[in-house]
């Protein structure tokens, strides 16, 4: 197999993008970010996937206003933010390998002709290529924290769509997830409720982090015993950038409040 890869095409020329961004690598917050569908670019070689173009555009292709929002979270905080460049269409980088879902070959509705009938060598090819190396940086910048001694809090930046095509509607406008360890975003939702009573939000909505449908949390965060939690936002709230200041702001004050928390109750 490993014969096999070398001697195919790779994957990304030299017209692609890199396939992971570090912002803030010396950033002096308690918070590292991630953001795991923040890109759409698809390889030059993959020809657009076989979708039509406007279909990028949609909650499919990568996690609308996610971006814009973490890189804002990474300069109000001070805190470092690992971007991920591709669309989540050509390999999800927050799935494991063996997720049916981790080269979609069917997102909400709409067909993804290039990955229908992948081979076990092309999927590898994009994992390798793309996948890895995210997670490599993620894991080199939080080694180099735990060598420093830097207590750390691990938050993954996602938006999610008011409704999916055959689903009801989402009613929250904010969600904060975990599995195993929901103390932590169990801190900052009572928080964020207490400032903001009005603002529709929940722990596990609209997805709960499990070992099958993600990555980060479960390998970066569980696996090393840091606090941690995957934010979802509403992605009409911060799809542009007057949203993303908003949110931005709203996060951060109770992001704080909950790291206070957390530390208060690790040291009792």
């Known amino acids: 197999m490993l014969q096999s890869l070398e001697r195919s095409a790779p994957l990304l020329s030299d017209r692609d993008p890199a396939p992971v961004e570090v912002v803030n ?14 890109g759409r670019h698809v390889p030059l070689r993959l020809r657009g996937l076989g ?18 929002l973490a890189r804002r979270l990474s300069a109000i905080l001070d805190a470092p933010l690992v971007l991920q460049r591709f ?22 509705g709409t067909r993804v002709p290039a990955n229908e009938n992948l081979t076990d060598q092309k999927r590898r090819q994009r994992f390798e290529g793309i996948h890895q190396p995210f997670h490599r940086a993620v894991a080199k910048l939080l080694d180099r924290r735990t060598n420093a001694a830097i207590p750390t809090i691990l938050i993954s930046i996602h938006s999610f769509t008011p409704r999916l095509a055959a689903g009801a509607p989402r009613p929250w406008l904010m969600g904060a997830s975990s599995n195993r360890d929901p103390r932590f975003a169990q801190h900052f939702i009572a928080i964020f409720q207490a400032h903001h009573p009005d603002i529709s939000c929940a722990h596990n909505q609209p997805y709960a982090v499990d070992d099958r449908t993600d990555y980060t949390i479960p390998v970066h965060g569980e696996k090393r015993g840091i606090p941690h939690l995957l934010l979802e936002i509403r992605n009409d709230l911060i799809g542009d950038a007057t949203g993303q200041e908003r949110w931005s702001r709203l996060i951060a004050d109770s ?8 530390m208060k109750e690790l040291a009792s």
């Open 25 to 38: 690598p010396d950033g002096r917050a308690i918070f590292v970010l991630t953001c795991e569908h923040a």
């Open 255 to 262: 992001l704080a409040g909950a790291a206070t928390a957390q």
């Open 87 to 108: 669309s989540r269409l050509v390999v999800d980088c927050n799935r494991p390998f063996d997720a049916p879902d981790c080269f979609p070959a069917v997102s909400d």
């Open 51 to 68: 979708i039509p173009a406007a279909e990028m555009d949609r909650h499919i292709a990568y996690d609308i206003g996610a971006e814009g």
